[in-house]
């Protein structure tokens, strides 16, 4: 009967960002196969958790919804607006092949996206011709990622990151963004912090953002999963610096309301965690101790 409720409830869960209910057995093999970054990795640590890394990952699609050049390839050249589920369901699974995944399976899937960057391009809604293969526009995607997850796993797991913990977050993830072909990446949370703040300038609230911008708030789901998909778009949004609220005009969520947000997140996660706790990082680490499935 538990494990009735418990399959019933992963399959709620995974149907909001368009996953597949059944267990991740591609990550099983080669036994011995740590994959790009290993069991002992902070990747490993901070990308284990599915509440905090989807909630940050609403706060990280917000902040790169406010630069132009890269929000006009998502708007171009992708159904993120028709099938945000979908979307999402994509970049999950890109982050767990390239955090989990064997070798293999981790190469694989960046080559598929590397090459498909190379045919994304156009023109910016204001008017300024753009690349999805930019250097410049892939470092503002990743580091606005990275400080997005580990913003919201120092918030909400336990227990946290150490300050040499977090910055080793970073110079792992690196190796990863350089492979994607951003250059000039930080390898520290301040470093990563103030290369954010240095594409203020870049940035707007236009028509295109706030579209996006809607879309997050109102996050589109089943009438079943409405009550998660809300708490962990507004968890998102609280996850944001004062600085990009005030950019897209919504306030910051009061002490009081902080609070109550975290309780409410905190109390949702008991039984999601429960539910997903033989998903992709427990099937990677018996890879890669080879232990039996």
Request: hydrophobic share 45%.
């Given at each position: 009967m538990i494990d009735s409720i418990r399959s019933a409830m992963r399959a709620s869960i995974l149907e909001?960002?368009?996953g597949g209910s059944g267990p991740p057995v591609a990550f099983l093999t080669p036994k011995g196969d740590?994959?790009?970054?290993?069991?002992?990795?902070?990747?490993?640590r901070v990308h284990g958790d599915f509440v905090s890394m989807m909630i940050g990952g609403i706060g990280s699609l917000a902040l790169q919804a406010l630069h132009p050049m890269a929000?006009?390839?998502?708007?171009?050249?992708?159904?993120?607006?028709?099938?945000?589920?979908?979307?999402?369901?994509?970049?999950?699974?890109f982050i767990a092949a390239t955090t989990y995944g064997p070798k293999e399976m981790a190469l694989k899937i960046i080559d598929k996206v590397n090459n498909i960057h190379q045919h994304v391009n156009g023109i910016?809604?204001?008017?300024?011709?753009?690349?999805?293969?930019d250097p410049n526009l892939l470092k503002w995607v990743h580091i606005t990622e990275t400080y997005s997850f580990l913003k919201a796993f120092q918030k909400y797991c336990s227990p946290r990151l150490t300050a040499l913990e977090e910055d080793q977050y970073f110079k792992e993830m690196k190796v990863l963004g350089e492979?994607?072909?951003?250059?000039?990446?930080?390898a520290s949370l301040v470093d990563t912090e103030r290369e954010i703040l240095s594409y203020f300038n870049e940035l707007k609230y236009g028509e295109r953002a706030k579209t996006i911008i809607d879309l997050l708030t109102n996050f589109p789901s089943p009438i079943h999963t409405k009550p998660i998909t809300l708490l962990i778009s507004r968890a998102g949004f609280a996850n944001l610096?004062?600085?990009?609220?005030?950019?897209?005009?919504?306030?910051?969520?009061?002490?009081?309301?902080k609070?109550?947000?975290?309780?409410?997140?905190?109390?949702?996660a008991?039984?999601?965690?429960?539910?997903?706790?033989?998903?992709?990082a427990a099937h990677s680490y018996k890879r890669v101790y080879g232990l039996d499935s």
């Open positions: 909001m960002v368009g740590p994959g790009l970054f290993g069991p002992s990795s902070m990747v490993w929000l006009a390839g998502v708007w171009d050249h992708s159904t993120f607006r028709q099938d945000l589920k979908g979307r999402l369901g994509r970049t999950a699974y910016d809604e204001l008017g300024r011709p753009y690349s999805a293969a492979m994607m072909g951003a250059i000039g990446l930080p610096p004062n600085w990009a609220l005030n950019f897209i005009n919504k306030e910051a969520p009061s002490p009081m309301e609070f109550f947000l975290t309780t409410s997140v905190n109390l949702m008991i039984p999601i965690r429960e539910a997903l706790k033989n998903g992709v």
